[in-house]
């Protein structure tokens, strides 16, 4: 089992900036993706950025030029630095970790609020 705990996440204004960071408890071995998804309020679940551990990067049209995500493998966490913030990113944000390959394994962090004021 993977414990994954999110941080980061609070009230911000328009235009403001915020960074997200998501901890492991521990690795899953072999080719492995750590991402980012979103709830808005009243809305579904919606992907935002993934990381995959081969560096390669993908992001929702949304978000990009405005959100990067990174990771530290080595300390098995992984960064969301959203940039010019708008009222619709508002909502609950996600870590996902999961595994490309191997095993199944698909961790799910408890989710953080954030909030873009106008």
């Known amino acids: 089992q993977v414990q994954l705990v999110e941080s980061g996440g609070g009230l911000v204004q328009a235009g403001g900036s915020l960074r997200l960071s998501c901890a492991a408890s521990?690795?899953?071995?072999?080719?492995?993706?750590m991402a980012w998804y979103r709830q808005p309020p009243g809305k579904q679940r919606e992907f935002v950025a993934s990381?995959?551990?081969?560096?390669?990067?993908n992001y929702a049209d949304s978000v990009k030029r405005r959100f990067t995500i990174s990771r530290h493998n080595a300390k098995n966490t992984v960064a969301l630095q959203m940039n010019s913030l708008k009222p619709d990113d508002t909502a609950v944000y996600y870590c996902?970790?999961?595994?490309?390959?191997?095993?199944?394994?698909?961790?799910w962090g408890q989710g953080i609020q954030v909030t873009v004021s106008s």
């Open positions: 521990r690795t899953i071995f072999g080719l492995n993706t």
């Open positions: 990381l995959i551990s081969d560096d390669s990067t």
């Open positions: 996902r970790y999961y595994s490309n390959n191997g095993p199944y394994s698909d961790y």
